[in-house]
């Protein structure tokens, strides 16, 4: 069974970068069929997608978040990471990441992190 | 984006009940259509996907209907394991979730 889970610092002050990182096990990162994804979720509030990366690198993010956001990846570790610039209070939240495999013709999220909370505060 | 609303956002509900959630799409989704299951401090559980087709391992209780833009989850006999919020997220483009629905015990 597919394992994620997620790392990185749990503070980060206000103007600051967040850098969280996602290690892969029991699967392989070089899936063909893996879009590996970051989702987020305020305290209290939904869900909200943030982008995917396939294991070659090409990235696919939210129009609806300005440009603060990146997703890499290192196959080599299979680890894949996010960084979110500029960060502010608003971007307090549980980070998920998942795995997108295909459904049916489309996405869905079909293996989860157990999420790491992750607090902006000055 | 294509907006999701979900209804009711919250509702209550006895052991034994069928329980019907909604979610509707701002524009045609075809049955682009996954949900989710979240239980407090748990990441969400993918469902039911395809609008129609259950997850591997999801009890056959959860069904799933609709395109278009109008959608359905039922849960046709709760269990007290389903108490949880549930989510719809589509993928016809940009992917986006509903803003949940929480299921309490009555």
């Known amino acids: 069974q597919l394992q994620l889970l997620e790392s990185g610092p749990r503070l980060v002050k206000t103007s600051q970068a967040l850098s969280l990182t996602c290690t892969v096990s029991?699967?392989?990162?070089?899936?063909?069929?893996?879009?590996w994804t970051w989702i987020r979720q305020p305290p209290g509030k939904a869900l909200e997608w943030i982008g995917y990366?396939?294991?070659?690198?090409?990235?696919y993010y939210s129009p609806s978040l300005e440009g603060r956001f990146t997703i890499s990846v290192d196959t080599s570790k299979s680890q894949f990471s996010l960084k979110v610039t500029s960060v502010t209070a608003s971007d307090t939240a549980t980070y998920y990441c998942?795995?997108?495999?295909?459904?049916?013709?489309?996405?869905?999220?079909?293996?989860w992190g157990q999420g790491i909370l992750v607090t902006v505060s000055s | 984006d294509i907006q999701m609303t979900q209804s009711p956002s919250s509702l209550s509900a006895s052991v034994g009940d069928r329980v019907t959630i909604t979610c509707r799409a701002s524009?045609?989704?075809?049955?682009?259509l996954n949900w989710y299951q979240q239980k407090p401090g748990k990441a969400p559980k993918l469902l039911i996907y395809?609008?129609?087709t259950l997850q591997s391992g999801v009890p056959s209780r959860f069904s799933g209907s609709g395109s278009g833009t109008d959608f359905t989850l039922t849960i046709s006999s709760l269990q007290p394991e389903d108490y949880a919020t549930y989510y719809c997220?589509?993928?016809?483009?940009?992917?986006?979730f509903g803003q949940g629905t929480r299921l309490d015990i009555k």
């Open positions: 997220q589509q993928g016809y483009t940009t992917l986006t």
């Open positions: 990366i396939y294991f070659k690198g090409a990235t």
């Open positions: 395809g609008a129609s």
């Open positions: 524009q045609s989704i075809s049955h682009y």
């Open positions: 998942a795995r997108a495999g295909d459904c049916g013709g489309t996405s869905c999220f079909d293996h």
């Open positions: 029991r699967g392989s990162i070089n899936s063909t069929d893996s879009y």
